[in-house]
């Protein structure tokens, strides 16, 4: 049995997965789930996504620890492995997104990540609807999830696309970010995720 059948077996077998804000002292597992992803993706695909920090190594901690200061950064737990991460903002990138789209009141995520032992059985797109309709308790009138993907991954454009998103636009910002390919679904109307549990985070 390989080791992608094993994980999706035991991720099968698992119905307590937990999930709590992320803060600065959990710099270090954020970085390492995106460190993580960014080998495979070196590795197994045909992408330059996170082939190095953009637009620096600094850059990209100084950007990942604001999110976390903000309280904007989710860690997704089995028991007490860290297995996901994902980010959260309300506002849309102003050179990615139009004032016309961002008047429309959405859930922006960033950095989404499962750890790979755990993919192929539903848990991150399970994680996408949590993080929606978390971001969309805190604005009244939400109606969108909406995602910025590098522009050259075009397997994790399909995998978006599964998950029923719509191509939005692909745009380029003044600094060149290399994550220009947008997409867009309506938030669902309800949880239809079964095994994520949000627990308050330990002081």
Same mark, same amino acid.
């Given at each position: 049995?390989?080791?992608?059948? @094993?994980?999706?077996?035991?991720? !099968?077998? !698992?119905?307590?997965?937990?999930?709590?804000?992320?803060?600065?002292?959990?710099?270090?597992?954020?970085?390492?789930?995106?460190?993580?992803?960014?080998?495979?993706?070196?590795?197994?695909?045909?992408?330059?996504?996170?082939?190095?920090?953009?637009?620096?190594?600094?850059?990209?901690?100084?950007?990942? %620890?604001?999110?976390?200061?903000?309280?904007?950064?989710?860690?997704?737990?089995?028991?007490?492995?860290?297995?996901?991460?994902?980010?959260?903002?309300?506002?849309?990138?102003?050179?990615?997104?139009?004032?016309?789209?961002?008047?429309?009141?959405?859930?922006?995520?960033? @950095?989404?990540?499962? *750890?790979?032992? %755990?993919?192929? *059985?539903?848990?991150?797109?399970?994680?996408? *609807?949590?993080?929606?309709?978390?971001?969309?308790?805190?604005?009244?009138?939400?109606?969108?999830?909406?995602?910025?993907?590098?522009?050259?991954?075009?397997?994790?454009?399909?995998? %978006? @696309?599964?998950?029923?998103?719509?191509?939005?636009?692909?745009?380029?910002?003044?600094?060149?970010?290399?994550?220009?390919?947008?997409?867009?679904?309506?938030?669902?109307?309800?949880?239809?995720?079964?095994?994520?549990?949000?627990?308050?985070? @330990?002081?």
């Amino acid at each position: 049995m390989d080791t992608d059948t @094993r994980a999706r077996r035991r991720s !099968r077998a !698992r119905t307590d997965f937990h999930i709590r804000t992320a803060g600065p002292d959990d710099l270090d597992i954020v970085l390492g789930l995106i460190d993580q992803a960014a080998e495979w993706l070196r590795t197994e695909k045909n992408t330059t996504q996170w082939a190095r920090p953009w637009p620096s190594p600094d850059d990209r901690t100084k950007r990942v %620890y604001e999110a976390l200061l903000d309280g904007e950064t989710w860690l997704l737990f089995d028991r007490e492995r860290p297995i996901g991460t994902v980010s959260i903002k309300l506002i849309g990138h102003e050179e990615l997104w139009t004032p016309e789209e961002r008047r429309t009141e959405a859930v922006y995520l960033h @950095r989404l990540v499962i *750890d790979r032992e %755990y993919a192929g *059985d539903g848990l991150g797109a399970e994680l996408i *609807d949590w993080a929606a309709l978390k971001g969309a308790s805190q604005q009244r009138n939400t109606e969108l999830i909406r995602i910025d993907v590098w522009t050259d991954n075009a397997d994790l454009h399909a995998y %978006y @696309r599964r998950q029923g998103f719509q191509d939005v636009a692909v745009r380029q910002t003044s600094d060149n970010t290399p994550s220009g390919a947008l997409f867009q679904k309506p938030v669902p109307p309800a949880a239809p995720f079964r095994r994520i549990t949000e627990h308050t985070r @330990r002081r």
